[in-house]
C-alpha cells in the first residue's frame, strides 16, 4: 500500500462508510504537492492542506472529521 492509498483507507477508517454523504468519499482527491499533502473535495474550490507527512495528514483528517467539515 502506498502512502496516497494509506491515507484513503485512513479517511475511510476514521468517518466509515455511514460518514460518506453521497460521494463526498468517493470524489476526495487526495495528493501531494511540493507543500505537501491535501485533500480535494467534491464542493469545495480549493483542496485542504493536511499536512507534509502522512502521520500529519492522519491528524488533520481526524481533526476535520471531529469539526464536520465536509467530511461527515
Known amino acids: ?5 494509506e ?7 476514521i468517518i466509515g462508510t455511514e460518514g460518506c ?3 463526498t468519499c468517493e470524489e476526495a482527491d487526495i495528493f501531494k504537492d511540493p ?4 485533500i480535494f473535495l467534491e464542493g469545495f474550490l480549493e483542496p485542504w492542506n493536511l499536512g507534509s507527512t ?7 483528517i481526524r481533526e476535520y472529521a471531529q469539526m464536520g467539515f465536509g467530511l461527515s
Open 7 to 13: 491515507l484513503i483507507a485512513y479517511l475511510y477508517e
Open 21 to 23: 454523504c453521497g460521494a
Open 35 to 38: 507543500d505537501g499533502w491535501k
Open 54 to 60: 502522512v502521520e500529519e495528514a492522519k491528524r488533520s
Open 1 to 5: 500500500m502506498n502512502d496516497k492509498e
